[in-house]
């Protein structure tokens, strides 16, 4: 079994399922909202699937986090400009420093002064109660039932939390008990601006904190999971591997040295866990020996037609067969070991032999393996063998 390409396969599945939220049902839906609008994604109990990339993610550049984000998109100018200007501090880091000052605020006015960007946000003393439906959260708080919160008090005290500390609305404790929904229309009314979905979701991922909450979180997800998340992610990432932005995404890929060694890098790393390495030799031992897969196997290999397509693969590059011949008639027994290999009577020490001669081909020739295959494939689409 090819453990690496089969780890990597998972790899690439997963990291593109961070870029979309599954349903129950196993559809897409998207989770970034226009700033100006105070609707908010609701997201299934799954989302924290989405965010599992076996160690692959890796931190963006600082201009194309600014890219993706948008610049328009900062909270403030400043925020943008010393996080292109430092480009060893994280995002999160920079956000904090910059609303420490928030906290510290005693009044709306005082807040304003030191950030301009919240220079339209409305006193909440200012509103027009009686104008307010009935069930308000602004008549509560005008009656004192919602404790620690005042009229003169609220504007600031929302600031502080979603800017100041970074606080998600969707947990309701981080919002005296307030919930999200209302929260955001309480954003709505007081003119408060919505953080752009993109710039928290960079925010929070580069907050050592979160990301190890979160990491537990999906810990606990899989520990009780009963399949049916498993089933959705295995779904989800088999749709998306036949797409053709899947394919492109991995030729681009595959062409960069970096990406390779860094590929190579996190499959040994995820495969030297004593769990991964049971679970692939469960997996070569159990599914890829079961009469089914051992079948369809043969059946491929013993096609004429594939056999066929995988010769001429080679012989439409004379220079490899060329070089693989001379290899071969320095040691007679090449040609019967590979003979008795397609019959499938070889024995250790003919596999053994193959191996070495394999290996020199493979030095006098890089990548004559890929090559031919590449060369296969081409023949196996023209013949309408496979798909493309």
């Known amino acids: 079994m090819n453990v690496n390409a089969l780890s990597y396969s998972s790899f690439f599945a997963c990291n593109k399922l961070q870029q979309h939220n599954i349903t129950a049902d196993n559809k897409l839906i998207t989770s970034r909202t226009n700033e100006n609008q105070y609707n908010f994604a609701s997201y299934p109990d799954c989302y924290y699937l989405n965010q599992l990339s076996f160690g692959r993610s890796k931190q963006l550049p600082h201009s194309e986090i600014i890219e993706k984000i948008g610049r328009e998109n900062f909270p403030s100018q400043r925020i943008a400009d010393r996080f292109e200007a430092e480009k060893e501090r994280p995002l999160y880091e920079i956000h904090m420093e910059y609303y420490k000052d928030l906290l510290d605020c005693k009044t709306l006015e005082e807040a304003k002064e030191k950030y301009p960007e919240f220079e339209q ?3 909440a003393k200012e509103l027009n109660i009686d104008e307010l439906e009935k069930g308000s959260v602004f008549r509560r708080i005008e009656k004192g039932k919602i404790e620690n919160l005042s009229l003169e008090n609220v504007s600031l005290e929302l600031l502080k939390r979603q800017y100041g500390e970074l606080k998600s609305p969707r947990n309701s404790e981080n919002y005296f008990n307030i919930k999200q929904l209302t929260v955001y229309n309480m954003f709505k009314t007081l003119n408060i601006p919505k953080p752009d979905t993109e710039y928290i979701r960079n ?6 904190e979160y990301k190890q909450k979160q990491s537990e979180i999906t810990q606990e997800m899989w520990d009780n999971d009963d399949g049916t998340r498993r089933e959705i992610a295995r779904n989800s990432a088999s749709t998306y591997l036949q797409t053709t932005e899947s394919r492109n995404a991995l030729k681009e890929s595959m062409a960069r040295p970096e990406s390779k060694a860094k590929r190579a890098e996190n499959t040994r790393n995820f495969m030297s866990k004593p769990e991964q ?7 070569a031992s159990t599914v890829l020996q079961t009469p089914e897969v051992i079948a369809k196997r043969n059946l491929k290999l013993q096609s004429d037609e594939y056999r066929q397509a995988a010769s001429e693969g080679y012989t439409r590059h004379p220079e490899i067969t060329e070089t693989m011949s001379k290899i071969a008639q320095k040691n007679p027994l090449i040609g ?9 009577t070889a024995n ?3 596999k053994a032999v ?10 006098a020739i890089p990548g004559f393996q890929k090559i031919a295959g590449q060369e296969k494939h081409k023949i196996l689409v023209e013949r309408g063998l496979i798909k493309e």
Request: hydrophobic share 25%; glycine share 6%.
């Open 121 to 123: 946000v409305k006193d």
């Open 203 to 208: 925010c929070n991922f580069s907050n050592p």
């Open 277 to 283: 390495k049971e679970r692939a030799r469960l997996h």
């Open 336 to 344: 019967s070991c590979i003979h008795h290999l397609k019959e499938g």
């Open 348 to 350: 250790d020490y003919e």
């Open 354 to 363: 193959l191996a070495g001669y394999y290996l020199e081909c493979a030095t």
